[in-house]
């Protein structure tokens, strides 16, 4: 990622795993493994608004027998525009001992300490990962850790655990303690390694919703959002999006006769093709369009401010009906 080192980043998006893993790449490449207690210091958004003194001792002194120092500057999308101004002085005219990364999520570039570092072309965008990424980042990582798991256990694996690369890395390492580098890691072992707990992931409930097994999809959503938190309403919504879209892709297609083009459009859940048309089938085309409104309706709701159980539970009635 570095193929030069500068003075000053900003990385910004909502992918903090990735964020922090350059973070750490870049102490590696600059620091290595010694030395790091004294040349490299983390400052939040909050301490920095209180007193920014330390900041500015910390990056005018010198390297302790290093030739470089970094310095790690979290929410600074939450400064005052006085203090973004402070920064702004000092990377115009940097330190060449010192390189700072700026750490934020969603960053105004209309101001101007952002618009500099974006102009200068240090501002690195550490977007959220879509279905396809990270099903490839899954494998990426895998075969890091030393682990050959083909592409359709990538997706089971997406499809139980979401997009979180956290709770994925963390699970990968559960693997990759349990099982090494053996190969033939599948579908099975994943059920008996990955939490375990999870008997009402994300996946049942768009299976159950599917299916049109009502009284097991209105379990599924209390129990995921009873351990996941209110807050993934809207994530379940979209999610149900996603399937009736590819039940809606699957349906179409159905009708050509052309399995391999159903291959194609349904990537990278092909593994899945059968169990799709079995639950197309139970769909009408009409049914399916009207399930497109309820999303509309419902994620109105959510936005609103109604009681995000409840607009999903008479969602998911209304889509069984």
Known sequence: MFQKIVPFYLFYGENEFQKNRAVEELKNRLLGKENTELNYR???????????????????????????????????????????????????????????????????????????IKDSGNAIHFKQLNETETVAWIKKMAKEMGMEISQDVCVYLFLMVGNNLYELYSELQKLSSYYG??????????????????????????????????PEALKSLSRYLEREGKEKALPVLSMLIRQLTLLQKTKLILK???????????????????????????????????????????????????????????LIISLSS
């Not at 072992?189 to 097994?213: A, T, W």
Request: charged fraction near 30%.
């Open 256 to 314: 050509t006769g052309n399995r391999k083009k159903l291959q194609k459009e349904l990537h990278p859940y092909s593994f899945l093709i059968n169990k799709f048309i079995d639950q197309a089938r139970l769909w009408t085309e009409e049914e399916i369009q009207k399930a497109f409104d309820l999303f509309i309706e419902a994620d109105s709701f959510i936005k609103a401010g109604r009681p995000p159980l409840l607009v999903l539970e008479r």
């Open 181 to 214: 580098n053996k190969g033939g890691i599948g579908v099975e072992e994943i059920k008996l390694i990955v939490s375990p707990s999870r008997d009402y992931s994300i996946f049942d409930l768009m299976d159950n919703v599917s299916f049109k097994r009502l």
């Open 42 to 116: 983390i400052f939040y958004g909050d301490e920095i608004s209180a007193d920014i003194s330390p900041v500015f001792n910390f990056i005018n002194s010198f390297p302790f027998m290093s030739d470089k120092k970094i310095a790690v500057i979290k929410n600074v999308d939450k400064l005052s525009n006085d203090l973004l101004n402070r920064f702004l002085d000092y990377i115009q005219n940097p330190s060449d001992f010192v390189s700072i990364v700026f750490l934020a999520e969603k960053p105004d570039f209309r101001i101007k300490f952002f618009k500099y």
